[in-house]
C-alpha cells in the first residue's frame, strides 16, 4: 500500500462551478461555515474530502478539477508501485 496523497483540491472551482457561497456550500455538505473558511485558507481539501464533497452535490471531482484529478491519481498510482 502507497503513502496518502498529499495532493490539495482548492474550493474556488468549487464554489464557481456551483455558483455557491461558502455558507451555502457549507449547509449543502452538512458542514458549518467555518470548516469551508479554514479549507479555504489552508488551499483546500485532501483528495478523500474533495471526492465526498463532489459526489455529495452530484458531481464527480473531474467535473470540477478537470485532468488533475486523473493525474494527481495517476502520480499516485506511479509512487506506490
Known amino acids: 500500500m502507497g503513502a496518502p ?3 490539495r483540491y482548492p474550493l474556488e472551482p468549487l464554489l ?3 455558483g455557491m ?3 451555502e456550500l457549507a449547509a449543502a ?5 467555518r470548516s469551508i473558511q479554514i479549507a479555504l485558507r489552508r488551499g483546500g481539501w485532501s483528495e478523500w474530502r ?7 452535490i452530484g458531481l464527480h ?3 470540477i478539477w478537470g485532468w ?5 491519481a495517476l502520480e499516485d498510482a506511479r509512487k506506490a508501485s
Open 5 to 7: 496523497s498529499r495532493h
Open 16 to 18: 464557481a462551478i456551483t
Open 21 to 23: 457561497a461558502p455558507s
Open 29 to 33: 455538505l452538512g458542514q458549518t461555515t
Open 50 to 56: 474533495a471526492d465526498r464533497a463532489a459526489c455529495a
Open 61 to 63: 471531482p473531474a467535473d
Open 68 to 72: 488533475d484529478w486523473f493525474e494527481d
